[in-house]
């Protein structure tokens, strides 16, 4: 299990980002340095086999838990990434886009809806393919 799954694992099983550290480490019985630890450096064998067992039967799948997804009071849907890079866009369907007019060169097609209206919170990375593709994903989870 790679560091980035053992925090998305955790993040699911806990149900929320705030607090999930200090929930994982009491239900597996071990100190929080334990897990502050694994989401340093990546989990151990026996740590990952323990994070999976709670999950029981079913089988824990990859969530984008940095991604949020919802409604502004707007009533546009938006897109937040929470950790570093933090930004947040706005989502629209392709009809939607159309009539937009704050369209930009920089606004990126998922395949099912538009990103636009981006404001970077942090320093617009330069790899920024690569996280365009990671929302879309996120987005996909979502729908």
């Given at each position: 299990m790679t560091r980035e799954d053992f925090i998305s694992n955790g993040v699911a099983w806990h149900g929320s980002a705030v607090g999930w550290q200090v929930a994982l480490a009491r239900a597996l019985d071990v100190d929080a340095r334990t897990i502050r630890r694994a989401v340093k450096d990546g989990p151990t064998d026996r740590l990952a086999r323990a994070v999976l067992?709670?999950?029981?039967?079913s089988a824990p799948a990859r969530v984008p838990a940095e991604w949020i997804c919802g409604d502004g009071s707007d009533g546009s849907e938006y897109l937040v990434h929470v950790l570093s890079?933090?930004?947040?866009c706005l989502v629209l369907t392709e009809d939607e886009y159309r009539l937009f007019d704050g369209q930009k060169d920089g606004d990126y097609w998922t395949g099912t809806a538009w990103l636009t209206g981006f404001h970077w919170i942090d320093r617009r990375p330069e790899d920024l393919a690569r996280w365009m593709e990671r929302a879309s994903d996120a987005l996909d989870h979502f729908s």
């Open positions: 067992a709670l999950f029981g039967d890079p933090r930004f947040l």
